[in-house]
């Protein structure tokens, strides 16, 4: 079957262990399916896994891809739930300390088949294309949790988003709009504020701008270059929920700021198969379209990954099979 897997662990040059070429058809272990992905989205975690972040050497060949939709032996059409527990887990999936998220120990979705267990499957909304769906499980599960689990946040509050382009920024954006929430955006150039704003942003600024009122809620993904504007955003008693350190994970804590303002600093990573369940439901029932800046052939995987790295995303990146 045609596949993207990353060859070997690249720490400097990820692009170099990106391939995309034939591997094994994988066998289906009893209580798993398989699943023929129509189409698959890209997400940094890929990027992290070529770069050889998250998995010893020997795991490599490692097939690409957390996020899928596509069809069932059956005809059913599926989104698939990346995140792979011990199956005697019960509660939150994300608190499982053995669990692995699809590319980590189990083979990717950037092919023409994934095998994961059944109940890693979820019934695909009709209102959702296959390549809308194809984004759902990582990064914008990811801001459902981080938005309606985690914040705190009441319709009417106001949160920042850091980053207006990326795949969870745009998630956050387009949720947060349709919550009720009044959303401000930072980004890096006009361009992107804008898609902001096409998306629903109601203030939009560029990145660390001295914004004109504080927020109740601030989501940081980028780390390091936007924290301490995270920090600052803040009213007393507010809170950041952070996913991500793209730009660097050692930032000030800001101490002083933390303690004196009663501030809340939350971690927040991917999402249970329930938020999953309710995040197509919701996006379902409130018609939104998530963004999609990128669609391409399988066989040009490369020209998503190029786009990713060099920062050039406007939505979700997807591949299609
Ligand atoms: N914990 C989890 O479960 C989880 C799940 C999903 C993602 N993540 C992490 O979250 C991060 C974002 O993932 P993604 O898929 O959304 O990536 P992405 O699509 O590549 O988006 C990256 C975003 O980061 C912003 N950014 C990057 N460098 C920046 C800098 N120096 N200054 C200001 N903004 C910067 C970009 O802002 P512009 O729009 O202004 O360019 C863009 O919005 C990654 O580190 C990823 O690993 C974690």
């Known amino acids: 079957?045609?596949?993207?897997?990353?060859?070997?662990?690249?720490?400097?040059?990820?692009?170099?262990?990106?391939?995309?070429?034939?591997?094994t058809e994988p066998e289906v272990p009893a209580g798993w399916v398989a699943v023929r992905p129509a189409a698959a989205g890209l997400n940094m975690h890929d990027v992290w896994t070529l770069r050889g972040v998250g998995l010893s050497a020997e795991r490599y060949p490692?097939?690409?891809?957390?996020?899928?939709?596509?069809?069932?032996?059956?005809?059913?059409?599926?989104?698939?739930?990346?995140?792979?527990?011990?199956?005697?887990?019960?509660?939150?999936?994300?608190?499982?300390?053995?669990?692995?998220?699809?590319?980590?120990?189990?083979q990717g979705a950037l092919a023409q088949t994934v095998v994961v267990p059944a109940r890693n499957v979820?019934?695909?909304?009709?209102?959702?294309?296959?390549?809308?769906?194809?984004?759902?499980?990582?990064a914008w599960l990811t801001a459902y949790r981080m938005l309606f689990t985690k914040s705190g946040l009441r319709p009417g509050q106001r949160m920042l988003v850091q980053g207006a382009s990326g795949g969870v920024s745009t998630a956050l954006i387009q949720l947060g709009h349709a919550a009720?929430?009044?959303?401000?955006?930072?980004?890096?150039?006009?361009?992107?504020?804008?898609?902001?704003?096409?998306l629903g942003a109601h203030g939009v600024f560029a990145s660390g701008e001295r914004l004109p009122a504080k927020v109740d809620v601030a989501f940081d993904s980028v780390g390091q270059a936007t924290w301490a504007h995270s920090m600052r955003a803040l009213r007393p008693g507010g809170a950041i929920i952070c996913c991500g350190s793209t730009s660097g994970s050692a930032p000030s804590a800001d101490l002083q700021r933390l303690f004196f303002l009663q501030l809340r600093v939350?971690?927040?990573t991917m999402g249970t198969r329930q938020e999953l369940v309710d995040l197509l439901a919701f996006v379902d029932q409130a018609g939104i379209v998530p963004e999609?800046?990128?669609?391409?052939?399988?066989?040009?995987?490369?020209?998503?990954f190029k786009e990713m790295l060099a920062s050039k995303t406007a939505g979700k990146i997807v591949l299609t099979m």
Do not use: C, Q
């Open 122 to 138: 979820i019934h695909k909304p009709a209102s959702l294309s296959m390549s809308h769906a194809a984004v759902m499980g990582t």
């Open 1 to 23: 079957m045609l596949a993207v897997y990353a060859s070997e662990p690249r720490p400097d040059d990820p692009l170099e262990a990106l391939h995309v070429g034939e591997r």
């Open 62 to 106: 490692m097939i690409l891809g957390t996020d899928a939709a596509g069809v069932l032996d059956n005809g059913d059409e599926v989104v698939v739930y990346p995140v792979i527990g011990d199956p005697h887990w019960s509660g939150d999936e994300t608190l499982d300390p053995h669990r692995t998220l699809l590319t980590e120990k189990h």
């Open 292 to 304: 999609v800046g990128m669609e391409v052939p399988i066989a040009d995987a490369r020209e998503g």
């Open 266 to 268: 939350e971690g927040s």
């Open 180 to 198: 009720g929430f009044t959303v401000w955006v930072t980004g890096r150039s006009p361009e992107k504020l804008a898609l902001a704003e096409r």
